[in-house]
């Protein structure tokens, strides 16, 4: 039996975020060729030289399979796939579940309705979104970077121990999210940094301040009350983004061979110091 260390593994993250934060480009920042899954069309914003490759949009289910079969077992050029997004693909599979069921004999009324009601057909995209993961994951396993893009939407958190509050996840039903959060190495929320200006005379009214963004871009990547975010990097305080620069790169052992020393330049160095001596 052979024993080695383990060596770095291509990653699989996810970044969430508000339309217009930037997810779409940050994907498209990663270092080698990409391919997008397209369910939706963001690359508007990319920089032509930036630009993904792309085949045809994901309309109905079989052309994501398809693509993801290809991806998965076909060689190719690809380094990186990205998913953009669950969000919309997810709105797919309910229609996908409710034309099935309608098919079948039933009457086409809602998600909630379908496959017999109680959550079965909410169940069945949860299947499906599993099934996407599963998909992700032996493409993963070929030393391909997965980033999977999803929009955010607020949700109310009730947690066993304490109140209520209110947090930012997954654009997803609660079924279906633990895929694309639990079994990665990276969830990270795109926002604005913003700041508090406290108002005068309002500090004993509930009211103590009006926020304020910066302007700038943060990636929130560590645990925290106010949104769905993690990592295995040990990344434990919000990380700047500032445009056309991918952050996270530094963080990722995957990508160390991006920030080693060129002994080339080491020998240069020493050499310009023996000169000034």
């Known amino acids: 039996m052979e024993i080695t260390k383990r060596a770095p593994r291509a990653p699989v993250i996810t970044l969430v975020s508000d339309a217009g934060m ?3 480009s940050l994907a498209c920042l990663f270092p080698g060729e990409t391919f997008m899954i ?12 930036n630009q993904p490759d792309v085949s045809a949009m994901v309309d109905r289910e079989a052309v994501l399979w398809a693509q993801l079969k290809w991806l998965a077992t076909e060689d190719h050029p690809y380094h990186n796939v990205v998913l953009d997004t669950v969000t919309r693909l997810d709105q797919l599979f309910i229609q996908s579940v409710i034309q099935a069921d309608a098919a079948a004999g039933g009457k086409i009324r809602s998600i909630q309705t379908a496959a017999g009601g109680y959550g079965a057909g909410m169940g069945q995209v949860a299947s499906k979104h599993l099934s996407v993961r599963t998909a992700l994951g032996k493409i ?8 999977i893009l999803a929009h955010a939407a607020s949700e109310e958190f009730s947690p066993p ?8 996840n997954l654009k997803l039903d609660k079924k ?20 508090v200006k406290l108002l005068e005379g309002k500090m004993n009214e509930g009211k103590a301040g009006k926020v304020n963004d910066t302007g700038s871009r943060v990636i929130v990547c560590q645990a925290t009350a106010n949104n769905i975010s993690k990592n295995r990097y040990g990344i434990k305080e919000p990380i700047d983004y500032p445009e056309g620069v991918n952050p996270l790169l530094p963080y990722i052992p995957f990508y160390s061979y991006l920030f080693e020393a060129d002994p080339a330049d080491d020998q240069q160095s020493d050499n310009s110091q023996e000169q000034q001596q």
């Not at 121990?161 to 930012?168: A, I, L, V």
């Not at 999210?177 to 700041?195: F, H, M, Q, T």
């Open 176 to 195: 279906c999210i633990s895929p694309y959060v639990d079994d990665v190495d990276l969830v990270g929320y795109i926002k604005l940094e913003s700041y």
């Open 38 to 49: 397209r369910t939706e069309d963001g690359l508007e914003s990319v920089p032509e030289e």
């Open 161 to 168: 121990d304490g109140d209520k509050y209110t947090r930012w």
């Open 22 to 24: 930037g997810k779409t």
């Open 140 to 147: 993963n396993d070929r030393g391909i970077t997965i980033i």
